[in-house]
């Protein structure tokens, strides 16, 4: 009896115990408030409504490993986001900067792609190369480094990775990590991988730009990815923001639209895009070289490429605020989730002088009215869907079908009450008549 006592008395110590260490990590966690940082690596997972965020560099130029994401799920004020560290369990193998990253579901898992950059040693400040390429798979939240099928591309870093519906992942040119032979400082190569064997093979460059970096890859609905701007290596010159070029991942061919422009919109490098719900692509911050500077502010900021025209003609839309005065930035990250662009983090840029001050805030900007908000509402988020017809056909069906089976139940029980109450008069009339005889 004594031993029983005892042994009950330490399991429920280990247990307390358990839970306090248990809810100590947990807090520890989701009271993480990341730090300033650039050229970070984002990716929204739509299977759990979070928006990842891969390395960077924090004051200093230091190059980070952490991983952490902010909830979409819920209602948060942008001045408070939700943010939840995965560093202490999931950190990435080397400190990353300037990588490529997309999403892909394998076998119902989300699986993150994180490609080329900078990796160095997660102690000393040295080169820590494995693999051109490293995956985070979102459930497990366990690295690995998949076999390359075929010959690994040389490094590089700044360059957009885009994948399309079928898991092809598209790597178009970049800047250089290591010395080549001959000397490449850009490339202008098209890498494709097959995530789903991650079999690597070469697209085509005929008709293709010329060599470049620091530019903005968006993939259409159609196939088509559009790529805007950057810094290319003819010249040492940014590239003309007309000059949109046009890779069709169907045909691997190559074409150039030259974008109708009267807005003066300045060229730029370093920025960001997305596809909005209506096919527009938004492109925010950048910098351009101006006054004998580099990286100096763009105006305006924010600009609107229209898709559905043809040719595409830019636009400036009139920008509100409901939380005063945004920021310009660069080496940024921006995300559409919902009808909502998410910007995050970056260098904040000014007119007269290269930038100096990092950014530790995210911004939300309604890609509906192009107002910058304070509040993200999940439930005001929700794109148009095709399927909301089929799906409130369903709904309505399976409210029928609930209701028809409750209706059926009742009834039944109802019956059931009938019968019995019947059987036990009857069985009392019989007992009654042969009581009397």
């Known amino acids: 009896m004594i031993y029983l006592k005892y042994l009950s008395f330490n399991i429920i110590n280990y247990y307390l115990l358990y839970k306090f260490i248990w809810s100590y990590l947990i807090y520890e966690v989701q009271s ?24 960077g560099e924090i004051s200093g130029n230091i190059p980070v490993n952490e991983v952490f994401y902010l909830d979409v799920s819920k209602k948060f004020d942008a001045a408070y986001p939700p943010w939840t560290d995965l560093t202490p369990f999931s950190a990435i193998p080397f400190r990353s900067s300037w990588a490529g990253v997309s999403i892909k579901n394998i076998n119902n898992d989300p699986i993150i792609n994180l490609f080329g950059g900078y990796m160095l040693d997660n102690k000393i400040n040295q080169d820590s190369f494995t693999s051109i390429i490293h995956t985070f798979n979102v459930t497990s939240q366990q690295w690995s480094i998949p076999q390359i099928q075929g010959k690994s591309p040389t490094r590089r870093r700044n360059m957009k990775a885009v994948m399309d519906d079928s898991g092809i992942l598209y790597i178009f040119g970049g800047y250089f990590i290591v010395p080549t032979i001959p000397q490449e400082n850009m490339f202008n190569d098209m890498i494709k991988i097959d995530i789903n064997t991650f079999s690597l093979s070469s697209g085509s460059t005929q008709n293709g ?14 196939g088509i990815i559009v790529y805007i701007g950057g810094y290319k290596e003819d010249g040492n010159s ?31 490098y370093l920025h960001s895009a997305v596809l909005a719900p ?3 692509i938004i492109v925010y911050g950048g ?20 898709t559905n025209t043809f040719p595409f003609e830019w636009s400036v839309p009139q920008v509100t ?7 310009s930035l660069v080496s940024h990250s921006a995300d559409i989730v919902g009808n909502h662009m998410i910007v995050a ?9 290269p930038p100096i001050e990092l950014n530790s805030k995210i911004y939300l900007l309604n890609v509906l009215n192009y107002t910058w908000v304070s509040t993200f509402d999940p439930e005001l988020q929700q794109p148009p869907n095709k399927d909301d017809g089929q799906n409130k056909f ?44």
């Open 32 to 55: 993480f408030t990341p730090a300033a940082r650039a050229i970070h690596s984002t990716v929204f997972v739509e299977n759990n409504n979070r928006l990842y965020f891969l390395g």
């Open 209 to 222: 730009p010329s060599r470049r970096c620091a530019y903005t890859a968006t993939l259409l609905p159609k």
């Open 238 to 268: 940014i590239v003309d923001i007309n000059e949109v070029h046009l890779y069709d991942t169907k045909l691997d061919s190559w074409s150039m639209m030259n974008a109708n422009n009267i807005n003066s919109i300045e060229s730029r």
């Open 278 to 280: 209506d096919n527009k």
């Open 287 to 306: 910098v351009t070289d101006a006054l004998g500077y580099e990286f100096m502010k763009v105006a305006p900021d924010l600009a609107v490429l229209d």
């Open 321 to 327: 605020s409901n939380v005063g005065n945004i920021p």
């Open 345 to 353: 983090f970056g260098n904040i840029t000014r007119s007269n002088a």
């Open 394 to 437: 369903v709904k309505v069906n399976l409210e029928i079908g609930i209701i028809c089976g409750g209706m059926s139940i009742i009834i039944i029980v109802i019956i059931i009450f009938f019968v019995n109450k019947w059987r036990k008069k009857d069985k009392a009339t019989l007992r009654i008549a042969s009581e009397k005889r």
